[in-house]
């Protein structure tokens, strides 16, 4: 069974770019979280998509969003890039149901860095 | 206060012996409680989840919830090296029906000294 695939890896931007990263869940997996981690902060929660809907949102600017499509993939996207928003972004996927609903499967992540 | 509160550490613990890694939570309607360990360079995996009070084992690993307390803990029998990670504690919070967010601790850096 594939697990939570992210591309890309890796990437680098400058300040002012954009930068949109796309995640696969696990297959009959249909939640989407978004994570940002750093070394300061920690893991901190971006946003939840469930059946193509935004259920949950952190506490970031409107720079970041997302999206989920209809076969569960999910993008999210940082607009106007800082040098703050250089992190490791991670994409977990869970089932929409069940005893197990809330366990995450988190993806390699996606390591941005911004110059 | 922080919604989950962990012991950054870093925690160091001889080969062989217990290593006990701690957290507290803020809300007291939480049900579902996790420990995720992560290597250095790599995303966050599953090692125990917990769901009432008291104590679950799994293999060398035992979780134990105590929800009066808000507290979770988790222990590891017979440490080994391969166990030097950092332990993430995370807690779920539902927000609405059907929406939840997962909120993790800082995470505690452990070193298995052989």
């Known amino acids: 069974k594939a697990g939570v695939t992210q591309t890309p890896r890796y990437l680098i931007k400058t300040r002012g770019q954009q930068v949109t990263l796309s995640c696969s869940p696990i297959s009959g997996h249909r939640s989407v979280s978004w994570y940002q981690q750093t070394p300061g902060q920690g893991l901190q929660f971006l946003f939840e998509y469930f059946s193509e809907t935004q259920r949950n949102k952190g506490n970031f600017p409107g720079r970041f969003s997302g999206r989920q499509f209809s076969n569960s993939r999910s993008e999210m996207n940082v607009s106007t890039l800082e040098l703050g928003d250089s992190a490791l972004y991670l994409c977990?996927?869970?089932?929409?149901?069940?005893?197990?609903?809330?366990?995450?499967?988190f993806g390699a992540g996606s390591r941005l860095t911004v110059l | 206060q922080k919604e989950v509160e962990q012991n950054s550490g870093p925690l160091s613990v001889p080969e062989g012996a217990i290593a006990s890694l701690n957290c507290t939570y803020s809300d007291r309607v939480s049900q579902s409680f996790f420990w995720y360990r992560q290597y250095s360079g790599k995303s966050p995996e599953l090692i125990m989840s917990i769901y009432s009070n008291g104590d679950k084992e799994d293999g060398r690993f035992t979780a134990q919830l105590n929800k009066a307390s808000q507290y979770v803990s988790l222990l590891i029998r017979d440490s080994q090296p391969s166990d030097s990670a950092t332990y993430l504690c995370?807690?779920?919070?539902?927000?609405?029906?059907?929406?939840?967010?997962?909120?993790f601790g800082q995470g505690t850096r452990l070193t298995i000294n052989p």
């Open positions: 977990a996927s869970s089932l929409s149901s069940g005893t197990r609903a809330n366990v995450l499967t």
């Open positions: 995370a807690v779920n919070y539902r927000i609405i029906q059907g929406a939840q967010k997962l909120v």
